[in-house]
């Protein structure tokens, strides 16, 4: 059963134009992949700014977290000891850096369409040796009256999952690194069950295994522990390449319904869906055969990373899902689709 796509009519709902760089000499590259909330009456984007000085034609610049602010680093095109096929990572004398410097901007909407900044709350960047490349990717969960924070932190050490809280979206505590590099895709469920946490994560191999999603429990959210790897890339499948986890599942008298996404082998990303068992979500129940969402529209197949729709994030209204994604690294999108929809799609 093939999955009705409702893309909004206002798509792309935000373009780089549309925030203002955070610092003088910066421009902002590109839009990524926003977490969702709701907060104050509002749907709330928390959107990852990817940011970079103004390109030269000869050069490569790209800017990096240090003590005292950014340090710019410029690099001719012609050396011999740069490798730039990559649009987000180049390598440079054995070390890798970012193209671009992300951060989390926050804005808001009345009706999940025009989104603004609202004044007071704070832009969220990356802090001490850990998120020195930036912060990136940021889900969130609200469990009592906590926001859990869990996003991409990177820096020369790797990649790795933090973590921040908050209540108010104006002051925040800072829990550093909960699972350590090579890792990302960090979402935790809303609810506990059976008095523990749950959250699916990605960890990384480049020699054995491959980017699978993984499942951890903790007893408080922060310390994590009792990993299981719980779904693996498929050959010859839309999600041969890669997969890791969207935003936190969604409870369904079915199951946990997750949205994850999924690359193949040329690096084309779409959307699919998980149902895991509600008592024990260590248990798949049902995964989908085919893509519920592949980049078809213009501003998912052409962009800063070409052929991309990527979610962290959604809100649901009854059966009524709005996934709120970035499309091609570039823009922030939205879709609609039906969660019973989805549910009879899948593969038991």
């Known amino acids: 059963m093939k999955v009705s796509v409702n893309r909004f009519m206002e798509n792309p709902l935000l373009k780089p134009a549309d925030v203002k760089p955070s610092r003088p000499g910066l421009e902002v590259a590109c839009l990524l992949n926003p977490g969702v909330f709701e907060f104050d009456n509002k749907i709330w984007l928390i959107v990852r700014v990817a940011e970079r000085p103004h390109q030269q034609q000869d050069l490569i610049s790209f ?54 900044e ?6 969220l960047h990356g802090i001490g040796q850990l998120e020195t490349f930036g912060i990136e990717d940021c889900r969130v969960t609200k469990i009592g009256d906590t926001y859990y924070l869990t996003y991409t932190a990177v820096s020369p050490n790797g990649v790795a999952v933090g973590m921040r809280t908050t209540k108010d979206w104006k002051t925040f505590t800072r829990e550093g690194v909960i699972i350590p590099p090579h890792n990302k895709d960090c979402a935790l469920f809303e609810q506990k069950i059976h008095d523990h946490y749950y959250a699916l994560h990605r960890p990384s191999s480049v020699d054995l295994g491959g980017n699978y999603i993984w499942l951890a429990k903790s007893p408080d959210g922060k310390h994590w522990g009792h990993h299981k790897c719980l779904v693996k890339t498929r050959e010859g499948y839309w999600d041969s390449a890669r997969v ?58 052409t962009g800063f990373f070409s052929q991309v729709v990527f979610t962290n994030g959604h809100v649901v209204r009854g059966d009524e899902l709005t996934i709120y994604y970035g499309a091609a690294d570039e823009v922030v999108c939205a879709a609609k689709f039906s969660i019973a929809d989805i549910l009879s799609s899948l593969n038991r």
């Open 63 to 116: 800017p990096v977290l240090e003590e005292n602010g950014i340090r710019i680093i410029e690099i001719s095109k012609k050396d011999p000891d740069l490798v730039a096929t990559d649009p987000r990572v180049i390598r440079y004398r054995g070390d890798d850096y970012l193209t671009t410097l992300s951060h989390l901007r926050l804005l808001c909407s009345e009706d999940g369409i025009r989104f603004y």
């Open 118 to 123: 609202p004044e007071g709350y704070p832009q």
């Open 244 to 301: 890791g986890a969207g935003a936190a599942p969604i409870k369904t008298s079915a199951g946990w319904l997750e949205i994850y996404h999924g690359a193949n082998a040329k690096q084309q990303y779409g959307l699919g869906a998980l149902l895991l068992d509600l008592d024990d979500p260590s248990k798949v129940l049902a995964r989908s055969e085919d893509p519920i969402m592949a980049p078809e529209a213009p501003y998912e197949l």
